[in-house]
C-alpha cells in the first residue's frame, strides 16, 4: 500500500516540477490524523521559497492514486497530507497475510545484493562476554532483516587467533597445567586467571595424560597453544548455538596471513601508490580519503600494526564477491572506523561497501546492584551465565530493544518478571492469547478461511488492529533499510497493546456466526505477523504461558 501512494506521490511532485526528491511516508502517532502521513509538501516547499499549505494543495490537484486506495485526504498543521485507506486495501493486506502466513513481511529486492555480516568476532581466549552477546543478537537479528528484505546474508565470524594475546593464552594456560600437576607456576604479567583455564588444564591433563606438564616449556607452550585455541572455540561455538546464533562462515586470522593474504594487501596499496615509508615505517595516505592522519602498516621494528591484517580481510570479503559488508563492532572499536573506510576508499571500494554498526556496553543490574562478574570468567558477567538465569528469549530480546549504539542496562530481574511489565513476556503473551481464542472455539487457525468482512468487525478495536497489522511490511523494510532490529521490538510491543486491548474489549467466541468468523480471521493474521517478527529477532512465539 505505502509502495503504490510514494510511487504516486513522486509523479506528483515530478508533474510540479520536482523528480527524485526524498520524503517521508510513515504511519502518524495519532490515529486520529490519519493511516499515513507525508511531508512532501514542505519539502517542496523549501525548494519553491513557497507556504507549504499553498503546495499541498497544489500536489492533491494533480495527484493519481490507483483506484480504490485512498479514502479521504486532509492537509494538516504546517503542510502534512494525512491519508485515510479504503477498506478494500485493509481487507486486501489481511488476505496478503493469510496467503503469505510465515513470509508475510518478506520482500523481493529489486536488485539482490550479497552481503556479509560479521559479529561477535570474539578473541578465542576466554567466555563469551554479556556484550558478546548483546553483539550476537544484534548481528543475528541484522542478517535476518536483510534476508526478509530479500538479500543473500553470510554470516560470518572472524576468529582473531594470531597476536599476543593468543601468546598469553599459551602461557596462562600452560601455568595452570603445571599448577594441576604440583607445581609452582605463576600467570604471567597480561594473562588470563579466570576459574574456566583451571578447567581447560584438567581436559587438557585427562586428554594428553599427565606426562603432559613434563614436557620441555617450548614444546608445551605450542601444544598449550593449540588446546587452549581449540577449547575456547568449541565453548563459544557451544554458547553461541545455545543462543540461537550460527555461522556460515569461520575465518582465522592466522589463515589471512598463511593464504598470503596481507602480502597481497600490501601490493595492492604499492600500486596504487598509497603508501610511503618514513623513519623506516611504512604508512597508508589514509588522510586523502578522510581520516585526520595516516597510518602505519608496518613498524620500523618490521612488524605490522593490528590494521594490516584488518585490510587484508576486507580486501578478502571484496574479492569473495559481496556488494556490501557489515562489521558489528564494539565501542572501543569507535575511533578504527574511519581509518578502514579510509583504506577501502582509497582501494577504490564505493562507499557504501563498508559499514559498522556499533555496540555499546551492557551493565548487568539485579536487585538494583550492577553484577560485575562472575567466578568462572574472573573479570566480567558471561552470556552463558545470563542465558541460564533469564533465558534465550528474554536474553535476546533485552539485547535488542534498545539500539545498539545506546548502553544498555539489563535488569535481570525485570527479564525474569511473569507479567505485563517484562516486555518480552509482554509480547509473547499476546501471542498466547491469540491461540487460546483458537483453543477455545475448538478449531485450528488455519482452518480459518476466507475474505474479512469489515462490516462484521464493529468495534474500533478491530479497526485498529487490522491497520496496524498491514504496517508490518514497511517496519521490516525500514528497519532493514537503517540496519535497526529495534525497530521490530518498538512494532511489537505497540502491536501487543493492540492485541491486548482488543481482547479485552470484545469477544469472538459466542458472537454472532459472522462476527465470529470475522474476529477468527482477524485473530489468525495477527498470530502470523507476531510470530514473525518474533522470529526475525530469534525468539519463539509460544502458544501458551
Not at 538465569?389 to 530493544?401: I, K, N, P, S, T
Not at 491461540?435 to 479497526?463: K, W
Request: charged share 25%.
Amino acid at each position: 500500500m505505502n509502495d503504490a501512494l510514494r510511487r504516486s506521490l513522486a509523479a506528483a511532485a515530478e508533474r510540479l516540477g520536482h523528480g527524485g526528491i526524498d520524503f517521508v511516508l510513515e504511519r502518524p502517532r495519532d490515529a486520529g490524523h490519519g493511516d499515513i502521513a507525508t511531508n512532501l509538501a514542505m519539502v517542496l516547499a523549501r525548494l519553491q521559497k513557497a507556504n507549504p499549505r499553498k503546495v499541498a494543495e497544489q500536489l492533491l490537484g494533480v495527484l493519481d492514486t490507483p483506484s480504490g486506495l485512498v479514502a479521504r485526504t486532509e492537509i494538516a498543521g504546517p503542510g502534512f497530507i494525512n491519508f485515510w485507506l479504503a477498506e478494500d486495501q485493509l481487507v486486501a493486506a489481511h488476505a496478503r497475510m493469510l496467503a503469505e502466513g510465515a513470509a508475510y513481511g518478506r520482500s523481493t529486492a529489486p536488485e539482490p545484493l550479497r552481503i556479509n555480516v560479521e559479529f561477535v568476532s570474539a578473541n578465542p581466549t576466554g567466555p563469551l562476554h554479556v556484550g558478546h552477546g548483546r553483539g550476537a543478537a544484534l548481528g543475528d537479528a541484522i542478517a535476518s532483516l536483510l534476508e526478509w528484505a530479500g538479500h543473500r546474508v553470510t554470516r560470518e565470524f572472524y576468529i582473531n587467533d594470531a597476536g599476543v594475546q593468543i601468546e598469553r593464552l599459551a602461557q596462562s594456560l600452560w601455568a595452570r597445567v603445571q599448577q594441576a600437576a604440583g607445581r609452582d607456576a605463576a600467570i604471567p604479567e597480561g594473562g588470563y586467571h579466570g576459574e574456566y583455564l583451571r578447567e581447560n588444564a584438567a581436559a587438557v591433563l585427562e586428554r594428553e595424560g599427565s606426562a603432559f606438564a613434563d614436557l620441555p616449556a617450548e614444546q608445551g607452550l605450542e601444544r598449550a597453544r593449540a588446546h587452549g585455541l581449540a577449547l575456547q572455540r568449541a565453548e563459544q561455538d557451544e554458547d553461541l548455538r545455545t543462543f540461537g546464533v550460527t555461522f556460515d562462515v569461520l575465518t582465522s586470522e592466522q589463515s589471512i596471513y598463511d593464504r598470503g593474504r596481507v602480502e597481497h594487501a600490501l601490493e595492492l596499496l604499492g600500486e596504487r601508490n598509497l603508501t610511503y615509508e618514513q623513519d623506516g615505517a611504512l604508512f597508508l595516505r589514509t588522510t586523502d580519503f578522510g581520516d585526520d592522519k595516516d597510518r602505519v602498516l608496518r613498524k620500523r621494528d618490521g612488524s605490522l600494526t593490528y590494521f594490516t591484517p584488518d585490510i587484508a580481510y576486507h580486501i578478502d570479503k571484496h574479492e569473495r564477491g559481496f556488494d556490501r559488508v557489515i562489521d558489528v563492532w564494539g565501542a572501543d572499536h569507535h575511533g578504527y572506523i574511519g581509518r578502514v573506510r579510509a583504506a577501502l576508499l582509497a582501494l577504490g571500494y564505493a562507499p557504501e561497501f563498508f559499514s559498522v554498526t556499533v555496540v555499546q556496553l551492557v551493565k548487568v543490574v539485579r536487585g538494583g546492584e550492577e553484577v560485575r562478574m562472575s567466578k568462572r570468567s574472573g573479570e566480567f558477567v558471561t552470556l552463558r551465565d545470563l542465558v541460564e538465569e533469564v533465558g534465550v528469549d528474554a536474553a535476546r530480546y533485552f539485547f535488542l530493544m534498545r539500539r545498539g549504539d545506546s548502553q544498555l542496562v539489563f535488569d535481570v530481574d525485570l527479564a525474569r518478571k511473569q507479567t505485563d511489565e517484562n516486555p518480552v513476556f509482554y509480547v509473547q503473551m499476546a501471542h498466547a492469547r491469540l491461540s487460546g481464542i483458537f483453543r477455545t472455539a475448538g478449531v485450528e487457525p488455519e482452518s480459518v478461511e476466507g475474505t474479512l468482512d469489515p462490516a462484521a468487525l464493529p468495534a474500533p478495536q478491530d479497526t485498529e488492529l487490522l491497520k496496524k497489522l498491514a504496517t508490518f511490511p514497511e517496519v521490516v523494510e525500514k528497519a532493514a533499510r537503517e540496519h535497526e532490529p529495534h525497530r521490530i521490538c518498538v512494532f511489537l510491543e505497540e502491536l501487543a497493546a493492540v492485541v491486548h486491548g482488543w481482547y479485552h474489549h470484545t469477544r469472538t467466541v459466542g458472537e454472532a456466526p459472522e462476527i465470529e468468523r470475522s474476529r477468527l480471521l482477524l485473530a489468525r493474521a495477527a498470530r502470523i505477523v507476531l510470530a514473525n517478527g518474533l522470529s526475525i529477532l530469534g525468539l519463539t512465539a509460544p502458544d501458551r504461558m
